[in-house]
């Protein structure tokens, strides 16, 4: 072993696990050891709500490969409990600490991949180590959450954190039969997504009897004399708890990088280029501690999700193994997408959010940009058991470049968002999506499938068949409101000052629209003000459809209240 090259590891899960099985896999004569200051090397942090839930019933099925399977599969030296304290990058050596016996050594490396990971925030608030409040990153941490659940009689939960795993642990304790209260600084749960997307979110917690508070920050924490907690918000309400999850984000391991003096980005995680070598050209990162190129905006990012993680780590081998000579591995930057389940509705993203557009506004780095709302069913309308979506597209006004989706629903989320990925992936327009050939049949999907009503939409406004105005514009026109839908449906509800004329009557009572102000038509969902839309500009209107209809409208206004 002293003549073979030597692979070291610093932490496991998805990116230090993955970067030694691949390293492996691509030679058999380097010698590969993972370091693991936790006592599991490879477990799946993505399910811990679920065992906590009991969905998951056994612990085990959440380890991935133990260290005794990395030896025996893979010749690979794991050490867990074993934390390292330094780099010496000139002697190319890192000093370990085991913490089993306090023993302290070193090792040489030729090649060296740091995966610290992330680590939960915890701000420095008045009674934040309180017994009953609890971070959730690892296994140790799950276990202390059940144990918590199981010798206290747990009948609310305050989770404090609106993101993926605020919902996640909302909906497995909610099964369990615990009132749950989500707390949330912003004005909307996954404060990532848009918020008119956001919206069908909150409406859906609420009918699971989810409270939320939103909008006012924590201030701190205090425990009653009975052992119930309060959690303090800056707005002066406190809502009283048997225990408290913090969900509000991770901020990247890099104090080992740092003290070594590898390069950190500004925003706080270490600096790799494309083959996830750090400014060190011995020394590898991946995984959540690393920043990483925006696929869709070029931009440095933070991207915590374990796919990436898994396809640097990969990377990082086949540059250090050096088989990579038909397809240099490159990593191509991270496009965000994500999906999450709460309480049977699926709430997915791909590529950029309006909300980060316009935050690019303001750095002067803006590229013109529409956006479509459209509410598809998920399968075939004809077919039993149809549910509707909210899905919005973000595409280029120059060439149709695709830049991003949102979508919520009950069904068939997943996939399309997954489809639209995929096309961003390859740099794909509104006009693949059109053409875009997916699978039919009734209980899976439509002849035109939403990806392709979200394509055809967008290709109509870029070709200038249709024109889409949105309803936070409203307050700026002094437009003509026509509600297109029947007299039934306006009678439930229309937007103010709007005349209803069904798309039915439309062309016999086209003497009773203006024909010296811009006309604005919706439906309920859009599809029937796009007829409308057709019909009058080719009689010679002036008009626009607003888009995604009523149901966006009321989105829109619950969203700017």
């Given at each position: ?8 590891v ?14 492996r ?10 370091f693991e ?6 477990f799946?942090n ?7 839930g009991?969905?998951?019933?056994k612990?085990k ?25 330094s780099?010496?990058r ?12 306090g ?8 090649h ?9 925030l ?9 017994p009953?409040?609890?971070?959730l ?13 199981n ?9 404090v ?32 997504l848009?918020p ?25 924490f ?5 052992g ?14 048997d ?12 104090e080992l990088?740092?003290a ?33 190129k925006?696929?869709?905006t ?7 999700l ?24 490159r ?22 959010t309006e ?10 780095n ?12 998920h399968?075939?309308?004809?077919y039993?058991?149809?549910?509707p ?7 280029s ?8 989706a ?10 399309r968002?997954d489809?639209i ?28 499938d ?24 409203r307050?700026?026109s002094?437009?003509?409101?026509l509600d ?17 004329i ?13 024909d ?21 500009d080719?009689h ?10 009523y ?5 829109v ?5």
């Open positions: 072993m002293a003549n073979k090259k030597r692979l070291l610093v932490g496991g899960v998805a990116g230090g696990a993955s970067c030694a099985a691949r390293a896999r691509l030679s058999e004569d380097v010698e590969i050891i993972i200051r936790g006592t599991f090397v490879s799946a993505c399910g811990l709500p679920y065992h906590v009991k969905i998951i019933q612990e099925s959440l380890f991935v490969a133990s260290p005794k399977l990395f030896k025996k599969r893979f010749n690979i030296d794991v050490r867990t409990e074993n934390n390292v304290r780099i010496d000139k002697n190319k050596k890192i000093e370990i600490e085991d913490m089993k016996n023993r302290v050594y070193k090792e040489r490396y030729d060296l991949v740091l995966s610290p990971g992330a680590a939960p915890r701000p420095k608030l008045e009674g934040i180590d309180l009953g409040i609890f971070t990153r690892t296994i140790p941490d799950m276990r202390a959450i059940i144990d918590w659940l010798t206290n009689k747990v009948k609310k939960a305050a989770i954190g609106g993101g993926f795993i605020g919902l996640e642990m909302t909906e497995n304790l909610k099964i369990q039969g615990i009132d749950v209260t989500i707390v949330e600084m912003e004005k909307q749960v996954m404060p990532f848009d008119e997307i956001a919206i069908f979110i909150h409406y859906h917690l609420k009918d699971n009897d989810i409270s939320l508070a939103l909008g006012s920050p924590v201030t701190g205090h425990k009653h004399h009975d119930s907690l309060y959690v303090m918000l800056e707005s002066g309400k406190t809502i009283e708890t225990m408290v999850i913090l969900a509000i984000g991770v901020r990247p391991e890099v990088a740092r070594a003096g590898l390069k950190i980005g500004d925003l706080g995680g270490i600096l790799v280029d494309d083959r996830m070598r750090t400014s060190d050209e011995n020394i590898w990162a991946v995984g959540d501690a690393v920043e990483v925006h696929f869709v070029g931009a440095p990012s933070l991207i915590p374990a796919g990436p993680a898994n396809r640097q780590g990969r990377i990082a081998a086949d540059v250090i193994i050096g088989n990579n000579q038909f397809n240099p591995s990593f191509r930057g991270s496009q965000a997408t994500s999906v999450c389940g709460v309480l049977g509705l699926t709430i997915a993203n791909t590529g950029i909300k980060m557009l316009k935050k690019n506004v303001d750095k002067a803006f590229e013109p940009y529409e956006k479509i709302h459209l509410h598809p069913e399968h075939a309308t004809y039993p058991g149809a549910k979506m909210a899905l919005k597209l973000i595409f006004k120059i060439d149709g470049r695709i830049l991003g949102q979508a919520v629903g009950k069904e068939g989320v997943d996939k968002i489809v990925a995929m096309a961003i992936q390859k740099n794909g327009t509104v006009f693949d999506l059109e053409e875009a050939e997916l699978s039919y049949a009734p209980q899976y999907g439509a002849a035109k939403p990806v392709n009503m979200a394509g055809m939409i967008a290709a109509n406004i870029l070709r200038g068949y249709f024109s889409v105005v949105h309803w936070e514009d307050s700026l002094e437009a003509f409101i297109v839908r029947e007299p039934f449906e306006f009678n439930k509800g229309h937007v103010e000052n709007a005349v209803n069904p798309l039915g009557d439309l062309r016999a009572r086209m003497s009773e629209l203006p010296n102000r811009e006309i604005w038509a919706y439906c309920l969902v859009g599809q029937r003000s796009y007829f409308a839309a057709r019909m009058l080719l010679g209107f002036s008009v626009k459809g607003l888009s995604g209809g149901v966006t409208h009321k989105a206004k619950q969203a700017l209240v």
